[in-house]
């Protein structure tokens, strides 16, 4: 079983609205990550969570909140957002945040449409 | 700058035919090279290649790591409409400061007519 699950799968919200983006994945996966994704663009990385612990913060906007209540579930909290940060939030994990690389797959959650108007 | 070049960017063939795809690399602290396919949701993961001349094969798919000449190719054969996506190349680094990091090319897409 390698599935990471993200709900919602769609969300619309406003630019005053609080909403969170949530992921959970039990393959006792030790790292977590969210990526964002505009149309017809690669992922591009925002955080990585290292044994629960945030390690990687790649500039991205307080407007966008992580935090990783234990070590299957990963929440990224929106708040004022603009309609640029419209996007496909993509979760992801891996099994060590680092390590051997034959055993550190990252493995994809099928994302949540995000659409903020 | 670290970076992943793929080529082509797009691609259309017929069922039956078989395609290359490239990815080239320029990366410090190199680990290993994925390859991901993506639909209309979330990429999923078809190989990681972490030592050069070992192919890896799923199917009618097959890859290959060129640590020297710093590429990879991403074979399919006989392709089917099903095979239509974006084919994602992605490198990820070594170090603790590159933790989860995957450079990602631009990626391909691909469609198969029938």
């Known amino acids: 079983d390698t599935e990471v699950t993200q709900t919602p799968k769609h969300l619309v919200m406003g630019m005053t609205n609080k909403k969170s983006l949530k992921c959970e994945q039990h393959?006792?996966?030790?790292?977590m990550y969210w990526y964002k994704q505009k149309a017809k663009k690669p992922p591009e990385l925002m955080f990585v969570?290292?044994?629960?612990?945030?390690?990687i913060n790649e500039s991205v906007p307080s407007r966008f909140s992580p935090e990783c209540p234990n070590s299957s579930l990963l929440n990224l909290h929106l708040h004022a957002l603009q309609p640029e940060d419209s996007a496909l939030y993509l979760c992801?994990?891996?099994?060590?945040?680092?390590?051997?690389?034959?055993?550190?797959?990252?493995?994809f959650g099928e994302g949540s449409w995000l659409t903020v108007v | 700058e670290d970076k992943v070049v793929q080529s082509p960017l797009s691609l259309v063939v017929h069922e039956g035919d078989t395609v290359t795809l490239n990815c080239s690399y320029e990366?410090?602290?190199?680990?290993?090279l994925l390859w991901y396919k993506q639909e209309k949701k979330a990429p999923t993961f078809l190989f990681m290649l972490?030592?050069?001349?070992i192919e890896k094969k799923s199917g009618r798919l097959s890859s290959i790591l060129d640590k020297k000449e710093l590429f990879s190719i991403l074979n399919i054969t006989a392709t089917q409409t099903g095979d239509s996506a974006i084919y994602l190349c992605?490198?990820?680094?070594?170090?603790?400061?590159?933790?989860?990091?995957?450079?990602f090319g631009q990626g391909t897409t691909l469609q198969v007519k029938p």
């Open positions: 393959m006792g996966h030790r790292a």
């Open positions: 969570y290292s044994y629960e612990k945030l390690s």
């Open positions: 992801a994990s891996s099994q060590f945040p680092e390590g051997q690389a034959s055993r550190n797959t990252i493995y």
């Open positions: 972490t030592s050069s001349g």
């Open positions: 992605a490198v990820a680094l070594h170090g603790s400061s590159n933790t989860g990091k995957l450079i």
């Open positions: 990366v410090t602290n190199f680990r290993s």
